[in-house]
């Protein structure tokens, strides 16, 4: 896998912008990752490799059912039709390699299958996204489940919808520390939004690697060097052992975050989906079960404190990153045992995360929910903006159209 935040598995991220249940695929999952994955498919994940060949399989069907969706109205389309044909009678689609279906397409036609990419919201995109095996196979986060204590029904279509596994368990995290971290809550250095920063790119990489949780990853699987990659560069307050950053404001978190993804990779609302996501994983439940004072709080109290959630990303955030003395931790496929956990010693980076875990604990309820209240108002105004961003371009599009009618004088525009 390449060593940039922005490439990996590409995204299927569902937003609440979009009515449709295909119109919600981030910018990623169309442009510079589908190029390079489809012509470098040696190096691509299995998962990576599964959808790209969905789309290539539905994109050459469609050609040969002669869509009107691929038809170029410059040519013959039952000429372009019966050629594609004739080039893949001998391909079997449901058995053919990314070479195979990559080959047998014309420059003309690989160009107009990317171009259409570009465009998540182009009417080609939307057929090749239109896919029951696609959405099947979609795994949302394990944070947009919905619970038994949730007093609305989730729809069937929620229902039916695939979510991964909660982190099977929050770390243990020291009593002295938790004490040490309330004293210091309100005179020690604010750690909130370098929390919330964590939290941001936790959220980016479960949706971009379509990992949920990072702990079901594979010991053996390539994606484990992407997915520690991508976490380097964006939070390397986190994985650097001698920083001392604190971040002081949201607005801050979010320009140096954006700025460490490469150009053309983030937009608006893709940030805004992270946002939200940053905020349901930070907000302290309202109605819970509080634990009597004691020395240390057990498995069970973790599980059942306000801050779950957000314990629960810094939990398998520090198992992912946990460093292991054996170098084969687990077989392929299958979770680590309990005597290998036992083998595993925490690096700097667990310890960090352990420290934000207790500095979750020690903190008042009221400062994560004024937290969470101001990522949600970011959040809004990085979709309002996209919104309106999406109109324009819209605006545009249609003047232009109107212009082309009036005479040729004025095609010059179009440049």
Request: net charge negative; charged share 25%; proline share 8%.
């Given at each position: ?47 990576e ?7 290539l ?55 107009k ?40 029904v ?16 929050i ?11 309330a004293n210091?809550a ?51 307050f ?37 946002l ?25 109290d ?12 810094l ?42 875990a ?13 937290l ?8 809004n105004a ?8 999406a ?9 232009v ?15």
């Amino acid at each position: 896998m390449a060593d940039t935040a922005g490439q990996g598995v590409p995204i299927i991220a569902s937003t609440p912008q979009t009515e449709s249940k295909h119109g919600d695929c981030s910018e990623s999952f169309y442009k510079k990752e589908l190029e390079l994955d489809v012509k470098s498919a040696p190096s691509a994940g299995t998962e990576e490799k599964r959808r790209m060949m969905d789309l290539l399989k539905r994109f050459e069907e469609d050609a040969l059912d002669d869509s009107p969706l691929l038809a170029d109205p410059d040519n013959d389309g039952n000429e372009d039709a019966d050629d594609l044909e004739m080039r893949l009678q001998n391909v079997n689609l449901d058995s053919a390699s990314y070479e195979e279906l990559w080959a047998a397409l014309t420059p003309a036609e690989r160009d107009k299958f990317l171009r259409a990419l570009e465009d998540p919201n182009s009417e080609l995109a939307q057929q090749l996204l239109a896919s029951e095996e696609l959405e099947r196979e979609r795994v949302n986060p394990w944070w947009k489940a919905p619970t038994a204590s949730e007093s609305e029904v989730p729809s069937d279509e929620e229902a039916e919808r695939k979510h991964g596994a909660r982190p099977p368990l929050i770390m243990p995290i020291p009593a002295p520390l938790v004490k040490q971290s309330a004293n210091n809550a309100l005179s020690g250095p604010l750690l909130l939004y370098n929390i919330c920063a964590v939290c941001i790119t936790y959220a980016y990489i479960v949706r971009h690697f379509a990992i949920s949780p990072l702990s079901s990853l594979a010991q053996t699987d390539p994606d484990r060097t992407a997915v520690a990659q991508s976490i380097s560069r964006l939070v390397p307050f986190l994985t650097d052992r001698n920083s001392t950053l604190a971040h002081s404001s949201l607005s801050g978190v979010v320009t140096d975050l954006w700025s460490r993804f490469p150009p053309g990779h983030m937009n608006p609302q893709f940030f805004s989906l992270l946002l939200q996501d940053t905020a349901l994983l930070l907000r302290p439940a309202t109605v819970t079960v509080i634990p009597e004072p004691k020395s240390a709080l057990s498995s069970a109290d973790l599980e059942a404190h306000p801050s779950a959630n957000a314990l629960r990303v810094l939990s398998d955030l520090a198992d992912f990153l946990t460093e292991s003395l054996a170098p084969d931790r687990a077989p392929e496929g299958n979770a680590p045992s309990a005597q290998t956990k036992s083998r595993q010693r925490p690096n700097h980076v667990v310890h960090k995360l352990t420290f934000y875990a207790a500095y979750i604990l020690g903190i008042p309820a009221p400062m994560l929910r004024v937290l969470v209240d101001e990522v949600t108002m970011r959040a809004n105004a990085l979709e309002k903006e996209a919104k309106q961003a999406a109109q324009t371009s819209s605006q545009s599009i249609h003047r232009v159209g109107q212009k082309q009618s009036q005479g040729g004088s004025r095609i010059e525009e179009l440049t």
